[in-house]
């Protein structure tokens, strides 16, 4: 004998527990990729429901942080026109700018109501698939 010890295979969730995580995983993404990512890394190999909707949650929430970050970029680009061109001009770079800072609010609250309404189907039993999501995270 080693001396080493196996450690048990976890058991499965029970549904009402593939629920609650899927639920979960699903709410996460109001604050981020990460709760998402965490509950398919931890608790998906042990329930393929949970893997899909965790798979889902965060294939979604990794799409608006792009789109996120891309206007970030956008938007500093703007600032720096905004500082660098002549009075008049530079008042187009900061409407511009401005815009691009409701369309960033835009994303967010999206991914709130979205987030919300898969939470409400999981809740129900059902299922939920973002639209417009890279799918990413196979």
Same mark, same amino acid.
């Given at each position: 004998? +080693?001396?080493? @010890?196996?450690?048990?295979?976890?058991?499965?969730?029970?549904?009402?527990?593939?629920? *609650?995580? +899927?639920? *979960?995983?699903?709410? $996460?993404?109001?604050?981020?990729?990460?709760?998402?990512l965490?509950?398919?890394? /931890? &608790? =998906?190999?042990?329930?393929? @429901? /949970?893997?899909?909707?965790?798979?889902?949650? #965060?294939?979604? %929430?990794?799409?608006?942080?792009?789109?996120?970050?891309?206007? *970030?970029?956008? =938007? @500093?680009? &703007?600032?720096?026109?905004?500082?660098?061109? !002549?009075? =008049?001009?530079?008042?187009?770079? $900061?409407l #511009?700018?401005? #815009? /691009?800072?409701?369309?960033? *609010? =835009?994303?967010? &609250?999206? %991914? /709130?109501?979205l987030?919300?309404?898969?939470?409400?189907?999981?809740?129900?039993? $059902?299922?939920? @698939?973002? !639209? &417009?999501?890279?799918?990413? %995270? !196979?």
């Open positions: 004998m +080693s001396g080493h @010890r196996r450690a048990a295979a976890a058991p499965p969730l029970t549904p009402a527990d593939e629920q *609650l995580w +899927s639920t *979960l995983a699903h709410l $996460g993404n109001i604050v981020g990729f990460v709760p998402s965490l509950i398919l890394l /931890v &608790l =998906g190999p042990r329930s393929a @429901r /949970v893997r899909q909707e965790s798979r889902e949650a #965060l294939n979604f %929430v990794i799409t608006a942080t792009i789109a996120w970050v891309a206007l *970030l970029i956008v =938007g @500093r680009v &703007l600032g720096v026109l905004y500082d660098a061109l !002549p009075t =008049g001009i530079d008042l187009v770079f $900061g #511009l700018g401005f #815009l /691009v800072g409701l369309a960033q *609010l =835009g994303i967010w &609250l999206v %991914v /709130v109501v987030a919300i309404a898969a939470a409400v189907r999981i809740g129900n039993g $059902g299922s939920f @698939r973002y !639209p &417009l999501a890279l799918r990413l %995270v !196979p």
